[in-house]
């Protein structure tokens, strides 16, 4: 039955994707490109619509199923009904965004208050612990922690969703792990959900890559976004080790990676934070030539390998997984070399053919 619903979640995502095309022009609700726009087109925004339809019908076909008695599991828990609230007021607030636009300072109140939310209904961040150190519990740090986590990251996937594809297989990569996580923690109704998000989330990916005819805008990153933070939050709580967050931020690691080092590489270089700009990893390879495609793919094979070497940390002793997060933190350093690298290589060849084209007139 999960895998019929995540079907049933896959189909609705497409098609409501492809009516929301139609809307979008119709209405007007394109993305413009601008200084920070990967595409040279306006393109339909509204894609999120679709993940968005996907994952209600999904959920409200679990719950007839559980009636009805062809599901074993309870569907709308506590966890789901708060991760689903929170996710629906952020795609509610990428929906007005898409359409009408939000002030920045706007949206993350928005973001705070959903944020708030899940932390009175006990959702937190509750200890941090690595390797053999800790654990130490937050008392009432715990608070602050959890609101910037899941503030920060709505922000970071939000951020990143800036080519075809990228959002939509990374948070199908991101949900597809922590289904195996919760499976692991005998969590059904998290397995659920999880695979019903993924399935909208695939489901809108044919509009989308490789050649994008919509994006998913607002609704559908701001969503994501949250309900990704939620899992981690949530596992997290569930796990019989306190150690267990660092293996589910280990699953986020690409997109926390980019997003970190972009914002500390702006930071030294005095830059405006709030600006828009083009100069995550992803958007410089953009930059350099490659397509969105094989960026797309390139990202996706990072977050496979990532989340392997989460579920092995889970798996290991201690020995092994220092040597665990000392592999991902080289794989990570050595693709930014890699992109500074093509980047100079580039600037390289520029020099030359400058010089060479000077040359030549004189």
Known sequence: MLWVVFLVSALIAFGVTELSIALSHRQGVL?????????????????????????????????????????????LRRDVVVMLVAGMGMAATGLYDDFHGLRPGMKYLMQFLLAGLIVGF???????????WGPWSLGVLSIAVTV??????????????????????TAAAYYAFFAVFAANQGRTDLVAIALVLAGGCLGF???????????????????LGMTLAFYVVRLAQLAPAPDRLVS????????????????????????????????????????LGHSHARITILYLMLHVL???LALAYVRSGMGLRAAILAFALMTLAAFTLTVYGLE???????????????GEKS
């Open 248 to 287: 589910l931020v280990l699953v986020c690691a690409v997109y926390l990676w980019d997003g970190g080092f972009t914002l500390v590489r702006r930071l030294c270089r005095g830059e405006n934070i709030f600006q828009a700009h083009r100069s995550h990893l992803y958007q410089r390879l953009v930059q």
């Open 306 to 308: 990532m989340g392997g």
């Open 344 to 358: 100079r290589r580039a600037t390289k060849i520029y020099l030359r053919a400058g010089a060479a084209a000077s």
């Open 205 to 223: 990916l044919p509009l989308n890559f490789p050649k994008a005819r919509t994006f998913m805008g607002d609704t559908g990153s701001l969503m």
């Open 31 to 75: 993305d413009v490109p601008n200084v920070r726009s990967s595409h040279s087109q306006p393109v339909p925004r509204l894609g999120g619509v679709g993940i968005l339809a996907a994952v209600l019908v999904s959920v409200a076909l679990l719950a007839l199923l559980r009636r009805w008695g062809f599901v074993a599991f309870p569907v």
């Open 122 to 132: 006990g959702y937190r961040v509750e200890s941090l612990a690595l390797l053999q």
């Open 148 to 169: 910037v986590w899941l503030t920060g990251f709505v922000n970071v996937f939000n951020f990143m969703d800036g080519i075809n594809g990228i959002s939509a297989t």
